[in-house]
């Protein structure tokens, strides 16, 4: 069984900045690309920015130069630097992960840490 527990969610101003961690856990092989998605009310998850190992961050358009995406692969950890924060970044924010198991290769989610940009 495989887990991804996230934090670093909150409540900050706009401008503000924000730091989301996801660590994975369990019966892992090997991880390919970990990222993170976004949903806000009334709205289909978005991908927000997604690094596969070795490779090169992908970004949504709209987080580019604001968000920063980095892992540790040592730890199976990916982590968020969100800085100047908008209120139309306020979402629910999912960690993601394709995770090799001995078997399997699957899609594994965290339970999501909320992010509210508010004055």
């Known amino acids: 069984q495989v887990q991804l527990v996230e934090s670093g969610g909150g409540l900050v101003q706009p401008g503000g900045s924000l730091r989301l961690s996801c660590a994975a856990s369990g019966s892992i092989f090997s991880i390919n690309a970990m990222g993170w998605y976004r949903q806000a009310p009334g709205k289909q998850r978005e991908l927000v920015a997604e690094?596969?190992?070795?490779?090169?961050?992908n970004y949504a358009d709209s987080v580019k130069g604001r968000f920063t995406i980095s892992r540790d692969n040592a730890k199976n950890t990916v982590f968020l630097q969100m800085n100047s924060l908008k209120p139309e970044d306020s979402a629910v924010y999912y960690c993601h992960a394709k995770i090799w198991t001995a078997t399997m290769l699957f899609d594994a989610w965290g339970q999501g840490t909320l992010v509210a940009v508010s004055s």
């Open positions: 690094m596969p190992s070795g490779g090169t961050a």
